[in-house]
């Protein structure tokens, strides 16, 4: 958070986000107020946390109202409730408009952060092409394998094994197993 300004400010910016936010589900919600009453016992009592748990009051409402609240019990509770959303919805909070704006003051030209977005949500660089090319040739693979008459694919073992190469040690072991089970019971 920026140091310029303080939590209970920063909540007044940002409650309209948040209330707005699709990401705000009651599931968040509930892990929120559930960590600011468990942890944080002295910021929202038990009393309190049933009163924001209500599943028969609108999560919007729910949440406006804790908002609400917090931003009344001071500073403190304010600063807990960031900490709880930056542990329990790390996207929604650098999406905050509090946290936007303290990014551009510090990299007014954004050249660092958004480097780090591009490399860290890019998984694969070849393509959804890619991706059917290698399905669909393990699909034949497993048809040829599972379905072919017995004579013709006495051999087959010893290449499932070795095309197993490349995978993780986890579906490495299951495609070596069933690669084992196919070749006893022929």
Not at 130 to 153: H, K, P, R
């Amino acid at each position: 958070m920026a140091d310029i300004d303080c939590y209970h400010e920063q909540l007044q910016r940002d409650a309209q986000f948040l209330c707005s936010d699709q990401r705000m589900d009651t599931e968040l919600v509930d892990s929120l107020v559930l960590q600011l009453n468990r942890i944080y016992p002295q910021t929202l009592s038990d009393k309190e946390a049933h009163r924001f748990r209500n599943l028969g009051v609108p999560t919007k409402v729910r949440l406006a109202e804790l908002l609400k609240h917090l931003q009344v019990k001071g500073e403190e509770a304010c600063h807990e409730f960031y900490r709880g959303l930056h542990i329990h919805a790390e996207d929604v909070y650098f999406s905050l408009p509090s946290r936007v704006r303290h990014r551009e003051m510090a990299d007014p030209k954004w050249t660092n952060s958004v480097a780090i977005r591009r490399e860290r949500y890019v998984l694969n660089e070849r393509g959804p092409m890619f991706f059917l090319g290698c399905f669909s040739f393990a699909v034949g693979l497993a048809m040829l394998y599972y379905y072919g008459e017995g004579e013709t694919l006495r051999g087959t073992g010893a290449f499932l094994h070795c095309s197993a190469a490349g995978l993780t040690s986890g579906a490495k072991d299951v495609f070596i197993s069933y690669a084992d089970v196919g070749t006893k019971k022929k």
